[in-house]
């Protein structure tokens, strides 16, 4: 399909051109009495055949390159093959010129009028032969520089997806080790079922990790099955602790980097609800903006300096360079102070950059 375009192109160009000259010397000519359709035939069989012949040029364009590797061994190809060409061509171009009597400088014998051709036409015929070389090379270099810059693109991405899974991969040992401390803690104050609770539901939540291990982006509402799988777990440590999702349906399909709410979630618990006995609710909510997903994670307890509490813990670390990675600064991450408690806002583009 594609080499079937470029021949209509070609045949197409080369008419315009053909009707353009057969005009021109028609119009140089009139005083004579010329006929404009024997000299269209000339010219269309002309240019048909510069429009064959420019394709074995492009040919040679891409086969002889003219750069600074090969400059000189492209031009001692190039300059040869350019004067055999336009001298074939104007043998050709004589022939039929003077079978139909057509040209404009048609004299009686077959050498006059090759050397009117050659002395009028040479020079431009050249050109013609180096400027479709030029446009060879245009046309590589423009696709060489695409194919670069796809490249780098697609380099960017690898580096970023890996620099997310380097991430991800120090983010889970993180969690699984508190948890398990956890456990320890609870065997520790002879609680075994309840301990034994708490593996059955580590695996339920490792299961479901696992399964979604592969995907960078996940649908809000399995990030918050896994985030509600955590905090069951949480809840056997913080029996009084009371829980409230208010999620917009709207946003349940919205995908996000996957485990990115449980880290906060888990710092809520850590630097909130447990430094206080009379800490105990926390609420997730969600919210769809234009062009953005608005989350919001609040729970009550002491309210430390927010810069300290950033400084802390390895899963808001990670938490924040995981959305700078994907949105490129595109995302939204707030932790504040409010009245009883520290309020986390998450402003997230509903199209990440990866």
């Not at 009883?340 to 990866?354: K, Q, R, T, W, Y």
Request: aromatic letters at 14%; hydrophobic letters at 45%; glycine letters at 4%.
């Amino acid at each position: 399909m594609l080499n079937r375009k470029r021949w209509l192109w070609v045949f197409g160009i080369c008419t315009v051109v053909a009707l353009f000259t057969s005009t021109q010397l028609y119009l140089k000519m009139m005083t004579s009495n010329p006929s404009w359709a024997k000299m269209f035939f000339v010219q269309f069989l002309a240019w048909q055949t510069w429009g064959m012949l420019s394709f074995l040029i492009f040919w040679l364009g891409k086969k002889f390159r003219i750069d600074r590797q090969s400059y000189f061994r492209g031009l001692l190809i190039h300059i040869p093959m350019a004067i055999l060409i336009v001298l074939l061509y104007l043998l050709f171009y004589t022939t039929i010129s003077t079978f139909f009597q057509s040209g404009g400088y048609i004299q009686d014998s077959f050498t006059a009028n090759f050397k009117a051709f050659f002395l009028k036409l040479f020079h431009w015929h050249f050109f013609i032969y180096m400027a479709i070389i030029g446009l060879v090379h245009a046309l590589e270099y423009y696709t060489e520089l695409k194919s670069r810059e796809v490249e780098a693109v697609n380099l960017e991405k690898e580096l970023a997806l890996s620099q997310l899974n380097a991430l991800r991969a120090q983010l889970a040992p993180h969690f699984l080790f508190n948890t398990l401390n956890n456990v320890v803690s609870t065997i520790k104050q002879k609680k075994e079922e309840v301990a034994v609770s708490m593996l059955i539901k580590l695996s339920e939540f490792l299961r479901m990790t696992i399964l979604e291990s592969r995907q960078e982006q996940i649908k809000l509402k399995e990030e918050l099955d896994f985030v509600k799988r955590y905090l069951e777990i949480e809840q056997f440590r913080h029996k009084e602790m009371q829980v409230c999702f208010s999620i917009s349906e709207k946003t349940y399909d919205i995908f996000v980097p996957g485990f990115i709410l449980q880290p906060i979630v888990e710092n809520a618990i850590k630097h909130g609800i447990s430094r206080s006995t009379t800490a105990k609710k926390m609420e997730i909510r969600t919210e769809l903006l234009p062009n953005r997903l608005k989350i919001l994670i609040y729970n009550e307890g002491p309210s430390p300096l927010m810069r300290d509490r950033l400084k802390q813990g390895i899963g808001l670390i990670n938490t924040l360079k995981r959305l700078e990675k994907t949105y490129q600064g595109r995302a939204s991450f707030q932790l504040q102070a409010v009245a009883n408690g520290a309020l986390v806002e998450l402003l997230l583009p509903l199209s990440p950059s990866i």
